[in-house]
Nanobody
């Protein structure tokens, strides 16, 4: 039984930082692609960042240079460090896992149909 548990969300002022964590249980964590998605009210879910089994990363254009995804295989945990936060980053953030990261391996577009999802953690950025 695959289980993903997120933590680290909260409220912060614009320009601030937060670090999200996602602990994974029940599968061979190191061989999977791990990703972070977000969904704001009234908007579609967006792939924010992904890291594959080799540690290669991909980011949505909206967060490049501000967010960093990383993982600790010994702890079965993936992190999302979010800096220079903006009000438009406000959303529910979800951790996801699957065997593959991308719908297009040339552009490294994060696939939307990951098989395993966490329960989500809220991030609110005030101006």
């Amino acid at each position: 039984q695959v289980q993903l548990v997120e933590s680290g969300g909260g409220s912060v002022q614009a320009g601030g930082s937060l670090r999200l964590a996602c602990a994974a249980f029940g599968y061979t964590y190191s061989s999977y692609c791990m990703a972070w998605f977000r969904q704001a009210p009234g908007k579609e879910r967006e792939g924010v960042a992904a890291i594959d089994s080799d540690g290669r990363t991909s980011y949505a254009d909206s967060v490049k240079g501000r967010f960093t995804i990383s993982k600790d295989n010994a702890k079965n945990t993936v992190y999302l460090q979010m800096n220079s936060l903006k009000p438009e980053d406000t959303a529910m953030y979800y951790c996801a896992a699957d065997a593959a990261c991308y719908s297009d391996y040339v552009t490294r577009s994060i696939r939307p149909d990951f098989g395993y999802w966490g329960q989500g953690t809220q991030v609110t950025v005030s101006s």
